[in-house]
Every structure is written in structure tokens, then in C-alpha cells.
């Protein structure tokens, strides 16, 4: 069975960030580290950094280089279509070629009484209007103005406006493009597509399995007045082609709320929404169709009522026309289980078994496996099963390490076995894609109640509480295990039909009852749906606040018949009664209660049947709480635990009552199970348990040894620019823009190095740039080396001495020159002198002392190398020697322990701190723990009596590279966003240096058992 050794479409494929000169050699090396790290594909992304020219013959040629290496070695090898993001731009080579395919916005603003001549006068005024608005801010009347029109006293005067998008350096120089004007998107789709087309069609569908988009949106975070509204050129005749009436005799309608004002934006975001699916999502999806490829990708901000109405109509309609519909899903967080619903909801109603997830992002660089396993079940359980990991660097230099870490590469400690946790994903990952989702619950999706309320130009508080609200049904639904699908209105419209006593949606989706949530709206299709249903004997349940609008008019008279149906039910917003009201109908499939009989809101569970079995994934959302859970399912048959570790597959214990198979299971936090219903009736009996009769507490300290080089960070330094003063002492991030702002580059911030090269821009100045490190050492001559970024663009002294940039070795990066030094590290205070004439490609970025040694903290901000300790002791290694230290640790000890017949010897590591953590009994790896309940049996590799013991606590990055100095680490933990601006955020600046804690922090135990 394909369980145990997935196939590489189930595996992990990251985003491997090409951010630098591509090199071929490389390029392959890197995609072989892949194949080792348990990643089944990667999908190739141009990213800040890039210096080889986009879409150039020289790009393709390292495109076909990857694709080859995969070919060769089995692996997938997907296409990214943009510069960066948000995809649509060429990388710039849009506007340059058509300019005519920038975007624009719809703006307004007020004008004084005798400005009106001029405004109407001008080529991009759609209209002028004239409100009137009483003592409290109300609207009391308002009317469109024309040439010659007289505003009375009192009146305001709006004129609304066309506004085109603003060059930007994020998308190099040029601007975003008018997604909805189909020429545009078409001109984009040949730029980019093209050229992979015409050389790599052959492998389209095989090696190349598909091509991701990235944040397309109608209007962008950059480049764009956010206080505007959505435009396109002939937005008016298409809206009266679409409803019949002029919107430009409306615009007001679009910032102010007087009476009407709900119907006229419904119509403007639906028109929006619609424009965008058929300008962009539906040629895209079916070009790749043609092609043999699969669209994959997500859409900005699809994570609340608000966003996406302002950036993309609607998230649900675009998902139809992907062949694997994506989301992201960024910081170290399970907060957004509406983004991962709706792209789900449509993937079962369409029969997509692959859903996509650019995921871990901005979480840092000390990312664990269990935060990984934590947001990975999440996603799993909602129905989102193939993992794209952000982000996998292919360079570390400058900037790039900044890029929204972590990074899944050969650059961390833990690489070497970050199969681990691929093996686990692509086994969870193949439970969850096996057969057909299964739910009888259809919750509708109310975007159209923000349609009709969201604007720019004024507070919408309505949009947010109905987004509060679907988030409080929806939750209540997953805690009451009552899993369900969304169903959108656009997608309703063209595949919803009633069958029987179901809604039928699509090729795939058949529910028994539809839930309709708090909304104040519904499209007349929609309501139509419910109607038919009702009348076919079918259940309707509504939820909250009652609609009294359709299509944005209010209609009382046709939702009165629907409300008081008899085979509809209004309920409160409240997550029993709901449960109450859908069990008395009869739709629950699965129950999942503790001790008190409750539900256990925290585990979330996802029902699948492929043939005559049935498939379930539980999983538990606590970091903190175990739960003994009862679970009953409305199954028969005899359960097989599918072990996502191990890939082994045994009986589980299970009985029957009353027509339900009754199991019990205690999920650790963070604990997952997985279980497949075989039809044999052999249910397995209850084992007995096992009596705890010795623990023994691993007291005292551990001889250790470092899998890495310790490190010291010299991240402070005096600098001049051109032969001036020195500066008082101030973190190199300062002098890295003070030296692209003395070479004149200042109006180039952002744009990507290919572009400055294909323009010819060169630093227009000279800034000759030193920088003066002071650092101290107990130790004369210690076994060290300086580290240095591309250190051939510096000269280098060190205590006065010239120290030459020798490139034979590397530490981290392989651009990262690891220079031996210790002979000219003194005892006392040391000054390392680095000097350069900066252009591009020169980066000046921190200093790292690694070596054999240990530093101390000295004051407040001071860190001073000495010798190491013989021993560690429990509890963090920072302290005791090893504050900026990126490597492993093992920790070793002779346990006193004998196998003995009947017995069973399980290690448990207590408040352990690491990315990962690799036991090892007589020199034997015994397992790895990458998440709770932190405990391994050890029996099989003990031998006498005495045996040798060691634990790998696998560290990361994040104490060599930071940030270090923000605040927010104290304040947030470890749910914040960790991007370029974390390093460098002067608001949450401290000097104090800020480390993640590592090491055997409660120490560990044995415990034997019989």
C-alpha cells in the first residue's frame, strides 16, 4: 500500500526562492538535497534577490537544468509565473512593453463651489455629486451635479475620478496591471507562459506537473491609493450590459449611505468579482488545461469577509478554475479555518482531490517540527493536503536570509532529517486525499452581505460583524464536529441544482440541509435554490440574523414563505443549539466526547470514504491539553491505526452499540490519529494496560558535544562614509543604507538587481565605506575563524594584521567565507577593520567569530569569548556558553538499565527546547521526537546493564541570524511577523539581545513499566 512510502505527489514540494546569479551546478546539487530531505518537487520562485534576467534565455536555461535533474531523479519540478508577487506584472515587462495595461483606481474628494466647471472638465472626472447631510453626519439628499448647476448652502461636493496605479520599486520600476481588462491579463499570460511553452511542453504534465500564481488581486497593497476603489477601463457599460442601469449616475452610492445605497455596492462587488474570475481565473485555468498543466496558487487575502471584498471580489469563484486550488497560510498560528474552508468546500464540490498550501512563513527562524506538525494537522483536517513550505533560500547573502524565514534548506542543522516530518506529511497528506470528503451540511457563504456594505471611503462595520458571526458558526460547527462545506453563490448559480430532497452542487457536493448564516442578503438564484429545496422536502436552518434583502433591495415578502416553511428552522447563533437543531435531523456522523460527556472542541476530525471503506483524521489543536476521548462513529467495520510515523498499519481496540463503533484514544497535545475502517467484521478487544514500577530521574550534568562551530555575532560597529567621522556605535543594518544611500541608489530601494543591470544603473557616487569592530576575548589564540559574506569584496585587517579572503570554506552559505583568524585573536580587547566601496553585490552585513569556544555575557549588551565548559547542566545552553549558537547539541550520560522480560523502558524528555530531538542508545538511533509527548521506548536497544545514552537536541538559525533586537519576541511570542522589516524596526528596537531558549530544560527521565 502506497501509505508507507508515499509517492512524490504527496510529498512536500517548498518554494525554493531563486534570489541570486543562478548557477547550474548548484542549482542541482540543491535540488538533490531536496530528494534526500523527503521534499517530492519544489516550484521554482523568483524572488528578491535575483540577479540572472527574468524570462530571459539565460532563466530558461536554468529552468530546463531543473527540470532535467528532476527528471533524472524523480522529483516535480513546478513553474512559478511572476517576478516576486503578486503575480500579473511580468516582473515589469508588461508596462514597458504595453503601457496602456496599468491599473487604475476609482477615487474621490472634495472640491470647492467654484472648482465645478473644471472638475467636470476634466478628462478623468466621471462625476460630480452634491450631498446634503444633517446635524448628525446623515445623508438627507444627494444628487449628481452638471455643467452649470448651482450647489446650495450646506452641500458638500464630491467629484470622483479615475486614478491610475503608481510606478513602484516592488514591481521594479513599473506598476500592477489592470487585472480586469482581459487584454491585459492575456498580454501577461503570453509574456509569461510563452516562453516555458515553447521550450518545455513536452514536459508539461509529467515533470511539470503544474505552475503556481501568486496574490493575484484587482488592488494591490503597493502602487495603489488604498483610500480608492476598483476601476478598469469600460467599467460603466459593463455594468449596464450586467444590471441595467447607470453606475455612474451612482457613484455616490459608493461612499455614501443614503437610502438604496446597499444594492449599488452588491452590484459594483459582484460586477467586480465577476470581471476578475472571467478576466483572469477562467482563461488562466483553462489555458492550463489546454496546456496539460495544473493551476495552482492562491489569491490575496483570502482570509476574512473584509479583504477579500477589497482585493478580490470573492475567494470561492476563482477556486473552480484551478486544477489544484491553493491558499496560504503565514505566522505560526491555526487562526484562519475560513480561508482553509472555502478552498476545501469547492475542491470536494469539484471532485479536486489535491488542495494546496504555501505554509509556515513568517514564522522564524526557530520554526520546530512541532509547530509544523500543529499547523499541518490543522490544515489536514480542514481538507488542505499538499504542503508548500515557505521558504527553502537558495542563497543566505544580504537581505535574502531576511526574506520571511524560515528557511527549509541546507543551511539549518535539522536538515539532514527533515524527512522526518515529509514522511509524516505525505502519509497524513495520503489518508486525507483517499476518496470523497463526507458531509450532508452545506453552510452558505455570505459574501454578498459585505458586498453590500464595503466600501473605501467609510467605516463598514456591518462587514465585520458578519464576518464575526460566520466565524462563530463555523467554529461552533468544527467543535461540534458537524463538518460542512461552504457553498458559494457564484458557483451556486451555475452548478447548484436540487436532487431528491439535496442541493447538488457541482459534480461532487450532495448535502441534505443548508444552514444559511447571519446575512442581511442573498443573490436571487440563491434564494430560488431554497425555494425549490424546500418544496422538495428538503431542510433549511437559519442561523442568527434573518436576510431581508435580495440582490441588495430588501424583500420581505419573498423571504416571509421561506422563514416560516416548515421544513425551515430559525435558530441563535450559538454552537449547541445549531448541534441540537442538525442532530434532530439527523446528519451526525461522528461524536468525539471527554469524561464529561461534551464534545471536544479542540480536536477536529475529517471524514473520507474511498469504496467500501471509511477514512478518518483526527487531530488535536492544544498545545497544552491531552484529552481521553470517547469517539463514535456511524460506520461499521474494523479499524486499522494508520501510523503516520512509522507507516505501519495495526488493529485498534473498537466495540458496538447500538449500530455505532464505539473506540477510545487519549490525544496528547498536538496528537493525531488516523484511522481506515476495513469492511471484515474482527473487531480487536481492549489491551491491558501497563503499571508504571520504577522512574529514575537523569539528575546532574551531561558531557555534550557540539555537532557546529559555537558563534559570536558582532552586529555593532563604528562606521564613516567617505573618509568622515565615525559614528557612535550603531547596528550594521544602519550602515547597509547609509552606504546605498551615498552611492545615490536611493531611488532604486527595492527594485531587483537583474533590473539594474538590464537598465545599466550603477551607483552614481562613490561610498567608501569603514566599519570598526570591537570585540573581546579571555582566550589567546583560540581555534576561530572569521565569517564573512563574499569577503573578497572587503579589505580585511584584524588586530592590524591584513587577513586575506580565502574562499576554500564556507559556513552556512557557501557565499559565506569562513577565514581562519584565531592566531591573530589576542587576550583583551580585539578591533576588526573591514573596508569596501560599495556597490551592488557588495554585502555589508554582520560579523561572525565562529570557533571552539564559549562566551560570556558582560553588562547588559556584552558578549566576551572564553573557554568552554567541561559539562552542561539542565536548562538553556545559552547561558551557559552558547548564547548565538546555530548548530546541535548531544548531551551524553551511561543509564543504569537492563531489558528484562515483561518490561518496557520508555525515556521522556521534560520541557525539551529544539527544532527536533534524535535519541541514541548504544551508539543506535532509537528515534526521532519531534513533537509531545516527548517520550520514546528504548527497550529493543538496551543491552547490560550499564548502556550509553544520547540525546541530539537539533537547534536552527535563530540565534545566529535574529532578529535579536525586537521587542515584539517578548510581547508576542511566537505568533508575530517575522519578515525583512522585524530586523530593522526601530519602534520595537531594543539593544538587549533577545535568544531563543535551547537544550534539555526540564532535564529528561526513565521510566519502566510491566
Known sequence: MEFRLPSIDYRPAPFWSWNDALIEEELRWQIQQFKAAGFGGFFMHSRVGLETEYLSDEWFAKIGACIDEARQIGMLAWLYDEDKWASGFAGGWLNRRFPETRGVGLATGAIQKGELDEALAKPDTLAVFAIDNDEQGTVRSCRRLKAGDEPTNGEIIWRYYTRPFSNDNWFNGETYLDILNPQAVKQFLDITIEGYDKRFRNDFGRVVPGIFTDEPNFYPWVGADLTAMPWTAGMADLFKRRFGYDLVDQLDALACRRPGFQKIRHDYHRLLTERFVESFAKPYGELCGRLGLKLTGHWLWEDSLRSQVMHIGAAMPHYEYEQVPGIDHLRRNIEDPLTLKQVASVAHQFGRKQVLCEIFGVSGQDFSFEDAKWIGDFHLALGVNYFCPHLTLYSLTGDRKRDYPPTFSYHQPYWDRMSFINDYFARAGWVTRQGEFQTKILVLHPIASAWAFTSRFEDCPEVDFYHQELVSLQNGLLGQHLDFDYGDEMILARHGRVEGRSL?????????????????????????????????????????????????????????????????????????????????????????????????????????????????????????????????????????????????????????????????????????????????????????????????????????????????????????????????????????????DAAGLQEYWGIQPWVLKQKGIVPGKTARVEMRFLFKS????????????????????????????????????????????????????????????????????????????????????????????????????????????????????????????????????????????????????????????????????????????????????????????????????????????????????TDRYLFAPYGLLGGAELITSE
Request: with cysteine; aromatic share 8%.
Open 778 to 989: 579571555e582566550i589567546n589564540q583560540p581555534n576561530a575563524s572569521l565569517v564573512v559574506e563574499l569577503a573578497e569584496n572587503f579589505h580585511i585587517r584584524l588586530n592590524g594584521h591584513e587577513i586575506p579572503a580565502d574562499r576554500s570554506q564556507w559556513q552556512w552559505d557557501k557565499k559565506f567565507r569562513k577565514i581562519p583568524v584565531g592566531s591573530q585573536i589576542r587576550q583583551g580587547v580585539n578591533e576588526l577593520l573591514l573596508t569596501t566601496v560599495y556597490r551592488p553585490g557588495v554585502e555589508i552585513e554582520d560579523i561572525f567569530i565562529v570557533g571552539d569556544f564559549a562566551t560570556r555575557q558582560v553588562g547588559e549588551n556584552g558578549y566576551v569569548i572564553v573557554p568552554e565548559p567541561d559539562r552542561l547542566t539542565i536548562g538553556d545552553w545559552g547561558p551557559q556558553g552558547y548564547h548565538f549558537y546555530s548548530g546541535s547539541m548531544v548531551y551524553r550520560r551511561s543509564i543504569r538499565c537492563t531489558r528484562r522480560p515483561g518490561q518496557r523502558t520508555v525515556l521522556r524528555l521534560n520541557k525539551p527546547a529544539g527544532t527536533l530531538f534524535e535519541v541514541r542508545v548504544n551508539n543506535q538511533t532509537a528515534g526521532l521526537l519531534g513533537w509531545q509527548p516527548w517520550e520514546l521506548d528504548i527497550t529493543e536497544f538496551l543491552g547490560s546493564e550499564n548502556n550509553d545514552l544520547e540525546i541530539v537536541v537539533y537547534g536552527s538559525l535563530r540565534n545566529a541570524f535574529g532578529p535579536l533586537h525586537n521587542r515584539q519576541y517578548l510581547e508576542k511570542g511566537n505568533n508575530w511577523w517575522i519578515g525583512p522589516e522585524a530586523f530593522t524596526d526601530e519602534a520595537n528596537w
Open 504 to 740: 447538488r452542487v457541482a459534480s461532487h457536493g450532495t448535502y441534505e440541509v443548508v444552514v444559511v448564516p447571519p446575512s442581511f442578503t442573498w443573490t436571487a438564484e440563491t434564494v430560488a435554490l431554497l425555494e425549490a429545496l424546500l418544496a422538495a422536502d428538503g431542510r433549511v436552518i437559519f442561523v442568527g440574523q434573518r436576510p431581508t434583502a435580495i440582490d441588495g433591495v430588501p424583500q420581505d415578502d419573498r423571504w416571509a414563505p421561506l422563514l416560516g416553511h416548515a421544513n425551515a428552522r430559525q435558530v441563535a447563533n450559538e454552537p449547541a443549539t445549531v448541534a441540537e437543531a442538525l442532530d434532530k435531523i439527523g446528519v451526525r456522523e461522528i461524536s468525539m466526547t471527554g469524561s464529561d460527556g461534551r464534545e471536544i472542541d479542540s480536536i477536529l476530525c475529517h471524514h473520507r470514504r474511498s469504496g467500501d471503506r471509511d477514512i478518518y483524521f483526527f487531530c488535536n489543536t492544544s498545545r497544552q491539553t491531552a484529552h481521553e476521548a470517547r469517539i463514535l462513529l456511524n460506520a461499521a467495520g474494523s479499524p486499522l491505526c494508520c501510523d503516520m510515523v512509522s507507516g505501519d498499519m495495526h488493529p485498534m481496540p473498537a466495540h458496538v452499540s447500538e449500530g455505532r463503533l464505539i473506540l477510545t484514544h487519549r490525544f496528547e497535545p498536538v496528537g493525531s490519529l488516523a484511522i481506515m475502517l476495513e469492511p471484515r467484521p474482527s473487531l480487536v478487544g481492549r489491551t491491558a494496560g501497563r503499571r508504571e514500577t520504577a522512574r529514575d530521574i537523569l539528575q546532574g550534568d551531561w558531557s555534550f558535544a557540539r555537532t557546529h562551530p559555537n558563534t559570536l555575532v558582532l552586529d555593532t560597529c563604528r562606521w564613516a562614509i567617505n573618509d568622515g567621522p565615525l559614528s557612535e556605535p550603531s547596528p550594521v543594518w544602519k550602515v547597509r543604507r547609509a552606504a546605498f
